[in-house]
């Protein structure tokens, strides 16, 4: 079960099994309204232009998360033991 305490933490959600970072905008009881970043590399993303919001459910909510950091002038990364963490359980 979701609570409002989550609302503007960043996490990591899983879309068609591949996990995307992004901040909890809003969330309800069964879900969580997320907008993610875009990948463009094993643990390389970039917020897209347009936003990315979706509602994911419970089981596609993998874990919270520091807020990513900059890698170059325009992609963030995980911090990477997180990162390897979720590749972990995740299988990937």
């Known amino acids: 079960m979701f609570d409002d305490c989550l609302k503007g933490q960043f996490c990591v959600v899983t879309y068609d099994n591949k996990p995307y970072p992004g901040i909890v905008q809003e969330v309800d009881d069964a879900e969580v ?3 993610v970043m875009h990948c463009v590399g094993p643990n390389r993303f970039f917020w897209p232009l347009i936003q990315d919001v979706l509602s994911y459910h419970q089981e596609n909510f993998v874990t919270l998360i520091p807020e990513p950091v900059k890698v170059g002038s325009r992609h963030l990364q995980i911090e990477p033991s997180i990162w390897e963490e979720i590749k ?3 299988n990937l």
């Open 33 to 35: 309204e997320v907008n």
């Open 88 to 90: 972990v359980h995740l």
